[in-house]
């Protein structure tokens, strides 16, 4: 069974500019979540996508969207990137959208960003 | 308002010996979930241990045991027996069930295992 994996693992962009970051669900997973992880901090919520529609939101600018394919994985993409952007995005996904001791998120590696 | 606190940036453990990684949670909803998740420097996060609101004992998962005290809205990860490959972030997060959908995680803990 694969895990989650995500492209690219590392990437610089510059203000302004847009990034599209991807993610393979781990096999049997319908259910992908994203999190940004700024240096030194917890990982927050960005959204969750479910049979291909968003299934729920963090305190995130519409800039920050994302989509979801018939195969379950997903994209996350970022428009008119800031300097705060540069993060660690973990992809993470789950049997369901519901998280349980049953249910967990399973998460890739993550992507590292830096937007100078 | 922060609904998961750790207030142990780092801590130190001997090889062998146990160690206890605090968290404590905010929330009104009486139905929640709480996770443990480790993060070593390549990145992913591991799951390692949850425990239900209404689980009625603490849990347990091989090395690892979560001291949950209701009243206090306490979870403790408690990992007996530290090993060297136990030096990771630990991350403390929780799941209301208003929005079962996502994790609110706390800022973590560095754990560094000494030999």
């Known amino acids: 069974e694969t895990g989650v994996t995500q492209s690219p693992t590392h990437l610089i962009k510059t203000r302004g500019q847009q990034v599209t970051l991807r993610c393979s669900s781990q096999s049997g997973h319908n259910t992908v979540s994203w999190y940004q992880q700024a240096l030194g901090q917890g990982p927050q919520f960005i959204f969750q996508?479910?049979?291909?529609?968003?299934?729920g939101r963090g305190n995130f600018p519409p800039r920050f969207s994302g989509l979801q394919f018939p195969n379950y994985s997903s994209e996350l993409n970022v428009n008119a990137l800031e300097l705060d952007d540069s993060a660690l995005y973990l992809c993470a996904s789950s049997l369901t959208p519901g998280l349980s001791g049953a249910n967990v998120l399973t998460f890739g590696a993550g992507s590292r960003l830096t937007v100078l | 308002a922060q609904k998961i606190t750790q207030t142990q940036p780092g801590m130190f453990v001997q090889e062998k010996e146990a160690v206890t990684l605090d968290c404590t949670y905010d929330?009104?909803?009486?139905?929640?979930?709480l996770f443990w998740y480790k993060q070593p420097s390549s990145g992913e996060m591991i799951f390692l241990i949850y425990?239900?609101?209404?689980?009625?004992q603490n849990a347990t998962e091989g090395r690892y045991s979560l001291n949950f005290q209701k009243a206090r809205k306490s979870a403790n990860l408690v990992i007996s027996a530290s090993q060297l490959g136990d030096s990771a972030m630990y991350f403390c997060a929780m799941r209301e069930d208003t929005g079962r959908r996502a994790l609110t995680f706390g800022s973590g803990t560095r754990l560094q295992v000494q030999p």
């Open positions: 996508y479910y049979r291909e529609e968003e299934n």
């Open positions: 425990q239900g609101s209404y689980d009625q």
């Open positions: 929330t009104s909803d009486p139905s929640y979930g």
